[in-house]
């Protein structure tokens, strides 16, 4: 309501000052219109006002679930099957339920977001996205840019190659085409490769590359284990080389320095590993060969 009174007053202000100003009777009009486009203002404010009102409302109600445990928002790339991956609209996957769990422990509420792979960080960098699980890999380079919860994983990267390939080894990747996902670990390291004349071709999601492979546009594809997998159970032709290229470790992601949350983590993930729920979602996801 103080808003609105002001208005007016203001308007009353403006009009007056106008009169002053020239006395004539158009001034005077001029004035009113003045006034009646101030006062107009004014209602619009009130409106704005009560919009706010209820706005400031939704805040308080926000506020209330805050000192509950409040939202907690989770950036994940849903093309990493069985870590997420879609089913329907839901995201699922060994990452989305870890996710929940820790949600639960922390009495929040888990909300997912599913975004390019190589824009978790950003997105934990800018504080759009509290945490990252990705089934993403414990890199220095990473660590300059956030800071990693206590590993729950342990992945390796993968060469997927036809089953008449050449290709038997890592060392064998020098001088072909690989394919990875862009902005992965996979990515990362074959691109090391490219001095030695190795072709890096990248896709935005895993499942691409698999495909290229298959239609004999690439020699191999380099990705984690578990994708992998998955990948080549659905693709006619492919195989699995033995050999890993690289060991790597997952965790979850949080803005760098924020370590409340981090020791929050921390703790629902000891709790998890402690009272076997994290080896159930796991069982759950990966059956054991
Ligand atoms: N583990 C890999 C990385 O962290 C790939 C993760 C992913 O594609 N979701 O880069």
Redesign the pocket.
């Given at each position: 309501m103080k808003k609105k009174v002001l208005a007016i007053t203001m308007a009353a202000l403006m009009a007056a000052s106008l009169t002053a100003c020239g006395g004539g009777a158009k001034d005077t009009a001029a004035a009113d219109t003045a006034a009646a486009t101030t006062e107009e203002k004014a209602e619009d404010t009130t409106a704005a006002e009560s919009k706010d009102e209820t706005s400031a409302e939704a805040a308080e109600t926000e506020a209330a679930k805050d000192a509950a445990g409040g939202k907690l928002i989770m950036a994940?790339?849903a093309?990493?099957p069985p870590?997420?991956y879609h089913d329907g609209d839901a995201v699922v996957g060994i990452d989305a339920e870890i996710a929940k769990a820790i949600a639960d422990e922390l009495g929040m509420e888990l909300e997912i977001e599913d975004i390019a792979?190589d824009s978790i960080i950003p997105e934990i960098v800018s504080g759009k996205a509290d945490m990252g699980l990705?089934?993403?890999?414990v890199?220095e380079d990473?660590m300059q840019s956030v800071d990693f919860s206590d590993t729950y994983a342990k992945?390796s990267?993968k060469i997927i190659v036809t089953e008449d390939s050449e290709i038997v080894s890592p060392d064998d990747l020098k001088g072909v085409i690989v394919g990875v996902?862009l902005?992965?670990?996979?990515?990362?390291y074959v691109s090391d490769l490219e001095a030695d004349g190795t072709t890096v071709e990248r896709y935005n999601k895993?499942f691409e590359a698999v495909q290229a492979l298959s239609q004999g546009k690439i020699d191999a594809v380099v990705?984690?284990g578990e994708?992998a997998k998955t990948f080549v159970a659905e693709t006619e032709g492919l195989k699995i080389l033995d050999e890993s290229f690289t060991d790597?470790e997952?965790a979850i992601a949080v803005k760098k320095g924020n370590t409340e949350l981090l020791e929050k983590i921390n703790g629902a993930l000891k709790t998890l590993k402690d009272n076997g729920t994290l080896d159930e979602i796991v069982a759950k996801y990966i059956k054991a060969e």
């Open positions: 994940t790339n093309e990493f870590y997420e792979f990705a089934g993403m890999t890199t990473r992945a990267q996902q902005g992965t670990t996979g990515d990362i895993g990705i984690d994708p790597e997952y």
